[in-house]
């Protein structure tokens, strides 16, 4: 099996910087031409195929070796043991095979939403490339939210069904996704409570994390000492995803936290005037994109404080939910100049930590090999 060197991260590196010439116009002058929307999309599919800068890559082609032989993989849904087992000849048609899906997902949302595309296609490579060519639940995100998108833009029952089904369906595609279930479900509620729904986060996040606090050590341990309850696969899976991160610290990681995280933050303050107010006009199934990007950031921040079980690894995971709608809310307010002076700011940060990202691992993996 291989393992992560400097060549390979720096292969990323290298990609990343011509994937980044090619679509940079479209957030100069709005537009890409179709030659240079062509080979963007290509750049992206080759960097989903072979991201090495993230160790998730090489965790993955252990496990579809797994497969290949025939074991069961317990840390991964069912699902992707059985593409991985009877669909898939090789790891990297796996991938092409999860990761085309999302993407395809992801644009197919953008079209939908009538979203400026080659402006979407920047912002989504310069906040989420990286990170959704990371792990599995990209492809949980991609059809959680083309199902909500399909939900809050048609009128018909039936789109409406499909929409709900797709939801519910991104829980099996990666177990994680309950977080971003809870939240689409919080949103509908307080869609029917008007401007008295900003109460809602107000009054649940110091319940949360004093609920969260209080309990999830012992029903973690409940469940990893149980073994006839169905769900100690699962609490065994999610401890040892939990402690994988234990071990990382220092001010680069810190620094790498802060630069990946305040996008998100900034975007998520500005969303409270625009979702709140009525004199920034939003269309319809746009607006609760704003709503759930808020929601996604205050609840995973709950998860960053030290409540035990290193749940601050959680924080970093259900915060990443926001991904796709930041890039959604962002590409809206760009092209409609709505608080230009911020959304340049939150461009700017993101680039510099796609970079920063992608050097500091780079680094790290010239520390290992010496």
Same mark, same amino acid.
């Given at each position: 099996?291989?393992?992560?060197?400097?060549?390979?991260?720096?292969?990323?590196?290298?990609?990343? /910087?011509? +994937?980044?010439?090619?679509?940079?116009? !479209?957030?100069?002058?709005?537009?890409?031409?179709?030659?240079?929307?062509?080979?963007?999309?290509?750049?992206?599919? @080759?960097?989903?195929?072979?991201?090495?800068?993230?160790?998730?890559?090489?965790?993955?082609?252990?496990?579809?070796?797994?497969?290949?032989?025939?074991?069961?993989? $317990?840390?991964?849904?069912?699902?992707?043991?059985?593409?991985?087992?009877?669909?898939?000849?090789?790891?990297?048609?796996?991938?092409?095979?999860?990761?085309?899906?999302?993407?395809?997902?992801?644009?197919?949302?953008?079209? +939908?939403?009538?979203?400026?595309?080659?402006?979407?296609?920047?912002?989504?490579?310069?906040?989420?490339?990286?990170?959704?060519?990371?792990?599995?639940?990209?492809?949980?995100? &991609? =059809?959680?939210?083309?199902?909500?998108?399909?939900?809050?833009?048609?009128?018909?029952?039936?789109?409406?069904? @499909?929409?709900?089904?797709? %939801?519910?369906?991104?829980?099996? /595609?990666?177990?994680?996704?309950?977080?971003?279930?809870? %939240?689409?479900?919080?949103?509908? +509620?307080?869609?029917?409570?008007?401007?008295? !729904?900003? =109460?809602?986060?107000?009054?649940?996040?110091?319940?949360?994390?004093?609920?969260?606090? $209080?309990?999830?050590?012992?029903?973690?341990?409940?469940?990893?000492?149980?073994?006839?309850?169905?769900?100690?696969?699962? !609490?065994?899976?999610?401890?040892?995803?939990?402690?994988?991160?234990?071990?990382?610290?220092?001010?680069?990681?810190?620094?790498?936290?802060?630069?990946?995280? &305040?996008?998100?933050?900034?975007?998520?303050?500005? *969303?409270?005037?625009?979702?709140?107010?009525?004199?920034?006009?939003?269309?319809?199934? %746009?607006?609760?994109?704003?709503?759930?990007? +808020?929601?996604?950031? =205050?609840?995973?921040?709950?998860? !960053?404080?030290?409540?035990?079980?290193?749940?601050?690894?959680?924080?970093?995971?259900?915060?990443?939910? $926001?991904?796709?709608?930041?890039?959604? =809310?962002?590409?809206?307010?760009?092209?409609?100049?709505?608080?230009?002076? /911020?959304?340049?700011?939150?461009?700017?940060?993101? %680039?510099? *930590?796609?970079?920063?990202?992608?050097?500091?691992?780079?680094?790290?993996?010239?520390?290992?090999?010496?």
């Amino acid at each position: 099996m291989m393992e992560q060197t400097p060549l390979l991260v720096s292969i990323n590196i290298i990609l990343f /910087l011509i +994937l980044y010439t090619y679509v940079k116009p !479209a957030y100069i002058s709005g537009y890409l031409t179709k030659d240079r929307r062509k080979k963007t999309l290509f750049l992206v599919y @080759l960097f989903c195929l072979f991201s090495f800068w993230g160790k998730d890559w090489f965790g993955y082609q252990g496990y579809f070796e797994e497969i290949q032989k025939g074991n069961q993989v $317990s840390s991964m849904e069912d699902i992707y043991n059985w593409i991985g087992a009877y669909i898939c000849p090789n790891y990297i048609f796996f991938r092409f095979y999860i990761w085309g899906m999302a993407l395809f997902l992801f644009f197919r949302t953008v079209r +939908l939403l009538k979203l400026d595309y080659d402006l979407s296609l920047f912002f989504f490579c310069s906040i989420y490339l990286i990170w959704f060519s990371y792990a599995r639940v990209s492809l949980a995100m &991609a =059809v959680m939210f083309y199902g909500f998108a399909n939900f809050v833009t048609y009128k018909g029952n039936k789109k409406k069904l @499909l929409g709900l089904i797709l %939801i519910l369906l991104a829980y099996y /595609l990666h177990k994680s996704a309950i977080f971003g279930i809870a %939240i689409i479900i919080l949103v509908g +509620l307080m869609k029917r409570m008007g401007k008295y !729904a900003i =109460v809602i986060p107000i009054v649940m996040f110091p319940i949360l994390l004093f609920f969260v606090s $209080s309990n999830i050590g012992g029903f973690m341990d409940s469940l990893l000492t149980d073994e006839d309850n169905m769900l100690n696969e699962y !609490a065994t899976a999610g401890n040892s995803y939990l402690m994988s991160d234990s071990n990382l610290s220092g001010p680069g990681v810190l620094l790498q936290g802060f630069l990946e995280r &305040a996008p998100y933050y900034l975007l998520a303050f500005c *969303s409270i005037p625009i979702y709140f107010k009525k004199k920034i006009m939003v269309l319809n199934n %746009i607006k609760p994109f704003f709503l759930i990007l +808020l929601l996604i950031v =205050v609840f995973s921040s709950v998860f !960053a404080f030290d409540l035990g079980m290193n749940t601050s690894t959680l924080y970093g995971r259900f915060l990443r939910f $926001s991904q796709i709608p930041a890039c959604i =809310v962002l590409t809206f307010m760009y092209s409609n100049r709505i608080l230009p002076k /911020l959304t340049k700011i939150v461009i700017n940060v993101s %680039i510099i *930590s796609t970079f920063y990202s992608l050097i500091y691992v780079l680094y790290n993996s010239y520390v290992a090999q010496s």
